[in-house]
C-alpha cells in the first residue's frame, strides 16, 4: 500500500478537476452565443468570475503542496517515468496559473473588464488595446489546450497504473472512506456473549 496524500490535498485535487473540466465545457458553449449579444456578454461574465474563483483555489492548492510534501513515487516505478510524473505536475500546475492569469489579463485590456458574477462591474486598470487583449486572450485559449491535453495524458497515465501495471497508485489520490470492520461476534470477549 502506497503512503496517501492529505485529506485537504485529495479534497483540493478533485474539487479543481471538476471546477476546471466545468470551466472548460463553459468556455467551448460560449462559441456557441453569438458576439454582440447581451446574452454572450452576461455568460462571459460568469466565465471570467467562475476562473477567477478557481485561479485563487489554484493558488491555494499550490500553497498547499509547497508546505506539505507529497507521497514519493514507489521505487519499484522507473526512473523515467517518476522524471516524466513531476515534469508533468510541474506543467499542470504551471498551466492551471496560466489558464485563469490571462483570461484575467486579457479582460483589463478590453473596455468592458469584469462584471463579478454579473453583480459588481472592476473596471479595467489596463487600456482598451486590441494588441494585448489579443496575445493574452490567445494565450488563455492555448493554456486551456495545452492544459486539456496534459490533462489526457495524465488520465492516460493513471489508466496505466490502473489497468497495466495494477500497482494501486491511483489509492494515493483517491477519496477512499476508512474500511471499518466489525468484529465477529466469535471475536467478541466472552464475557460480552
Sequence with gaps: MHARYTTTAIALHWLIALL??????FGLLLED???????????????KSSGILIGLLILVRIGWRLTHK?????????????????FSHILLYLLMVTLPLSGYLASNFSRHG????????????????KAWYAFFNQAHHLSALLLAILVGLHLL?????????RDGLLLRMWPVRPVRTTPSRSDSPLETR
Design 20 to 25: 476546471l473540466l466545468g470551466q472548460f465545457a
Design 33 to 47: 452565443i453569438p458576439r454582440g449579444t447581451p446574452a454572450r456578454g452576461m455568460y462571459v461574465n460568469l466565465h
Design 70 to 86: 507529497p507521497p514519493p513515487l514507489p521505487d519499484t516505478m522507473p526512473a523515467w517515468q517518476r522524471r516524466a510524473a513531476r
Design 114 to 129: 469584469i462584471k463579478f458574477f454579473n453583480l459588481v462591474h472592476w473596471q479595467p486598470w489596463g487600456p482598451d488595446d
Design 157 to 165: 497515465a493513471v489508466a496505466k497504473h490502473m489497468l497495466v501495471d
